[in-house]
């Protein structure tokens, strides 16, 4: 077995190791020395070692097989929101070197008792960018908020312990608690904990916990039943906040402009090996129940009653349905959604979304992405109504919702749009990942962006792993606004991004 010094890994990433030995073993080495073999025995490998003992990690045939593997994509099931997977989930299955490394103290011992693990990684990038004017100016291209800077993109832990969800014999449970620092918290942030370094001072990092949610694994109900509740990242989605379920390092303008989280209970339930059901009700998009809460405001200049009503519109019980369909190859998988569905009054993000996804393998290296939607929001105020004489100008008195360009002579309006995404992924060896990402974007009313513009985008990204823990994601993309200047704070029709990061997981 090769070995290397994590310090020779970090200073010459990509290169082979510098030379043979054995590694010692795990109780002979303090905890930095067993951190540094992780690294070492995995380096240039497409996974860690096989473990003859590990138990099935997921249900026999004719259970669909794992349609991909992690090296060189995201994931090895398709995506689906608000569950482990049933029939492919099992505790202290993360290849986390964090906990190799606790393996032979005390703690360790304890979590892997309890089934409970604790990994993460650091998450760096930058761009070079056409984009001139500074803060900002790369919006509404995603993950990359402002031009020509390099920048912490997210530090991640987590501290989870997943149900096993391929055995069929008992109750399971597990749980989440994830904290998320850097630029990338504004994709993130509710309206609730932690949203005043965004709606109030608009910093350029923050920190945000996006997952706090526990599971209810139940078997015997067809294939099984999973109930989540707490906060969740949102049901449907190509993308996610988080990097390592991302292929590219930059986002669509599609996935950056939709739904990120829920708080609430979903219930998936797995009534065949090919079909698997959802419903959940929730408290809306980005907001936490307790913002239903009645107020009622006196204006400060008139003395008058001002805004009263609910501190925010879109803090309502909503509902969510999706369905899943996957062929018995796994070759295909269909997943549709209706997401977060109530009266649909503007909110801090109370978008009524109707989309989903489509995946299909051609072959062993090649396969394809594609997700559409529609989303709206009714009673929007039009522009020209003035932030001062809306809600949201009695709480939030920056980064507040935009207002939508609405047809002439209406102060308020129904705000519409709807997009497109395709990621074509090219696998041409275990550790390496081309995708060609294309999409279009109508924002009809103006509400997501600011400008009413149609807006087509074409990235080229190359995902490679130099092991299951260290990945590099360089790209290329353009975007442009077709019918108003959008890019660069409102200059530009277009502008160009190179860049590129390295996800270092622990």
């Avoid at 996974?47 to 590990?54: E, F, H, L, T, V």
């Avoid at 990402?437 to 995902?463: A, H, K, P, S």
Wanted: hydrophobic residues 35%; negative net charge; glycine residues 10%.
């Amino acid at each position: 077995m090769r070995a290397v010094n994590l310090a020779a890994a970090l200073n010459l990433l990509g290169a082979s190791a510098l030379g043979a030995e054995t590694t010692p073993a795990s109780d002979d080495l303090s905890l930095f020395a067993r951190l540094d073999h992780a690294y070492a025995d995995e380096w240039g490998m497409a996974s860690a070692p096989a473990d003859p003992n590990a138990p099935a990690s997921r249900r026999p045939a004719p259970f669909p097989p794992q349609p991909e593997n992690q090296p060189p994509y995201p994931f090895t099931e398709w995506p689906v929101g608000g569950l482990s997977p049933i029939g492919a989930s099992l505790p202290n299955a993360v290849d986390s070197p964090l906990m190799k490394a606790l393996g032979g103290e005390p703690l360790g011992q304890t979590l892997e008792d309890w089934h409970v693990q604790a990994y993460g990684w650091v998450n760096g990038g930058g761009n070079l960018s056409t984009a001139k004017t500074g803060y900002g100016g790369n919006a509404p291209a995603a993950y990359m908020y402002t031009p020509n800077i390099p920048q912490l993109d997210q530090a991640v832990m987590y501290i989870e312990r997943v149900p096993d969800e391929v055995q069929q014999d008992h109750i399971d449970w597990g749980f989440r608690v994830s904290g998320i620092y850097g630029e990338n918290y504004r994709y993130s942030v509710g309206y609730g904990p932690f949203s005043d370094q965004l709606v109030y001072h608009n910093h350029f990092a923050g920190f945000d916990m996006p997952m706090v949610y526990g599971d209810l694994y139940i078997p015997g109900l067809a294939e099984g039943v999973t109930l989540r509740f707490g906060r969740y990242i949102s049901v449907p989605d190509i993308e996610a906040q988080l990097a390592v379920n991302s292929y590219m390092y930059s986002h669509s303008m599609t996935y950056a402009l939709d739904n990120y989280t829920n708080t609430g209970i979903l219930g998936s339930l797995k009534f065949t090996k090919n079909w698997m059901l959802q419903f959940g009700v929730n408290s809306g998009t980005e907001t936490v129940p307790w913002n239903a809460k009645y107020v009622s405001l006196t204006n400060p200049t008139t003395g008058l009653p001002g805004y009263q009503g609910r501190r925010d519109p879109g803090a309502q019980p909503s509902l969510t349905g999706c369905v899943q369909w996957q062929s018995d190859t796994a070759y295909d998988a269909v997943y549709l959604c209706a997401n977060s569905i109530n009266n649909g009054a503007w909110g801090y993000n109370n978008l009524q979304w109707f989309g989903g996804t489509y995946y299909h393998k051609f072959n062993e290296d090649w396969h394809l992405s594609i997700e559409s939607y529609y989303s709206f929001e009714r009673n929007v105020p039009d522009v020209s109504q003035g932030y001062g004489n809306t809600a949201f100008s009695h709480f939030l008195p920056g980064n507040t919702p935009y207002e939508a360009f609405c047809p002439i002579g209406l102060a308020q309006c129904t705000a519409r749009e709807w997009g497109a995404v395709a990621f074509l992924n090219y696998k041409f060896s275990p550790l390496d990942n081309l995708t060609l990402r294309g999409e279009f974007f109508d924002d009809i009313n103006g509400q997501r962006t600011g400008y009413v513009t149609r807006y087509n985008n074409w990235g080229l990204g190359w995902q490679h792993w130099f092991s299951p823990q260290v990945e590099i994601r360089p790209e290329i993309a353009f975007y442009h606004a077709l019918d108003k200047s959008a890019f660069d704070n409102g200059t530009k029709h277009a502008i160009a991004v190179v860049s590129g990061d390295i996800i270092w997981h622990f």
